[in-house]
Each structure stands twice: as C-alpha cells, then as structure tokens.
T-cell receptor
Framework: GAGVSQSPRYKVAKRGQDVALRCDPI?????LFWYQQALGQGPEFLTY????????KSGLPSDRFFAERPEGSVSTLKIQRTQQEDSAVYLC??????????FGPGTRLTVL | DAKTTQPNSMESNEEEPVHLPCNHS???????IHWYRQLPSQGPEYVIH???SNVNNRMASLAIAEDRKSSTLILHRATLRDAAVYYC????????????????FGTGTKLQVIP
C-alpha cells in the first residue's frame, strides 16, 4: 500500500525566503510527527498532531517554524525567513496511535 | 526521556551475524525498547520492539537483559542491504505517555557491512 509521501524531495531556498513542506500520511493514521535531521545526526522531534490538533510543538526551534494539519490528514511545515541553520532533512511520520511510526523519505532543505 | 547509549559505528562481514548493543540504565518500568534503522537517503523504518521478553520477527531478534538496563539487536545474517544507522529508542507506552509518545532518537550505530 501507499506509504508516507513528502514533497518536494529537495528544496533550495535563498536566505530569507519562506518555504512550505508537505506531508501526506498513510490514510487513516491519527498521529503525525515532524522531525528535523541535521547531517550526521539522528532525527530531532519538532511537533506532533493528533488528527487536526497540534498537541505538542515543543521541538519547534523558533517562531519562524509553523505546522498545520487543518483537516487531520495532509500536513504542511512552513518555515519563514529561512536561515542557513535551517538546512536539514525534514522528516514526516505517521502512526495509527502509539504504535510504530512510518516515516516518509524526507525533504532535504538547503538554504543558501 | 530516558536515554540510550550506543556505539557510534560497527562493522560486520556479509553473511555473518551482527549484535548491536544498547545501554539504557535509566529505563523505567513502562518503557518499551524500540529499534529503528535508517538506510542512506531514506527515512527511518521500524525494526522491532520489546518490553521484557526476547522478541523475534522476520527482520531481526531483540535480546533484552534480565534487569532491562541493556538490550541487543541481532541480525542473524548481515547483507549489504542491512548497512544503515540503527537507533535504539525508549518509548513509554504505558500510562505516563499522555496518549502519545514522541520518539527521541540519539545518534545511533552506523553499521558497515563488508562484502
């Protein structure tokens, strides 16, 4: 069956630009997570949704980062006024509940 | 979150068994031990999880110490496709989770498989 998909797979932005990263979770999965993975590091938690409710955004590094999931399915991670330190792979994962998480391939963001 | 400690890297010969260790001395009674792996240029994928008893599935086996302060992921016959970063993670799936549990990754063990 279809897994978690993310788009775009690669994004190059100039410093100061806004970007939007999309995640299509597995259909019916209630939980959705966003992670940031810097080169050579493990994924770092950013935020969590249960359906459309954002229950935990403790990992968002600054108020330039914003995530939404308005209808409880597709989610968008938006980064405003991108900085070089935002360069990373952004991973989305979904799960049925508290079971194993299914990860997408990630979006590699490069900020020049 | 309870932390885990893993070696940064390990090597294995192809077709040989691989034992990937993980220490989690501050594990709590409701923490499950999960393993994920991340192949190059891919998102992490679930491998196996357990609470107290050893577990087997088609991908691997998980051996959990009696005191639960350590565990070992066992790949019975390493193949080149098993070259990845392996993450050992604790997840509180008991009553303290508040209905969900974020996954906290460390830096994992990078497994190199030698042909």
């Amino acid at each position: 069956g279809a897994g978690v998909s993310q788009s775009p797979r690669y994004k190059v932005a100039k410093r100061g630009q806004d970007v939007a990263l999309r995640c299509d979770p597995i259909s019916g999965h209630v939980s959705l997570f966003w992670y940031q993975q810097a080169l050579g590091q493990g994924p770092e938690f950013l935020t969590y949704f249960q359906n459309e409710a954002q229950l935990d955004k403790s990992g968002l590094p600054s108020d330039r980062f914003f995530a939404e999931r308005p209808e409880g399915s597709v989610s968008t991670l938006k980064i405003q006024r991108t900085q070089q330190e935002d360069s990373a792979v952004y991973l989305c994962a979904s799960s049925q509940g508290i079971d194993e998480q299914f990860f997408g391939p990630g979006t590699r963001l490069t900020v020049l | 979150d309870a932390k885990t400690t893993q070696p940064n890297s390990m090597e294995s010969n192809e077709e040989e068994p691989v034992h990937l260790p993980c220490n989690h001395s501050t594990i709590s009674g409701t923490d499950y031990i999960h393993w994920y792996r991340q192949l190059p240029s891919q998102g992490p994928e679930y491998v196996i999880h357990g609470l107290t008893s050893n577990v087997n599935n088609r991908m691997a086996s998980l051996a959990i110490a009696e005191d639960r302060k350590s565990s070992t992921l066992i790949l019975h016959r390493a193949t080149l496709r098993d070259a990845a970063v392996y993450y050992c993670i604790l997840r509180d799936l008991g009553g303290n989770s508040g209905g969900y549990q974020k996954v906290t990754f460390g830096t994992g063990t990078k497994l190199q498989v030698i042909p």
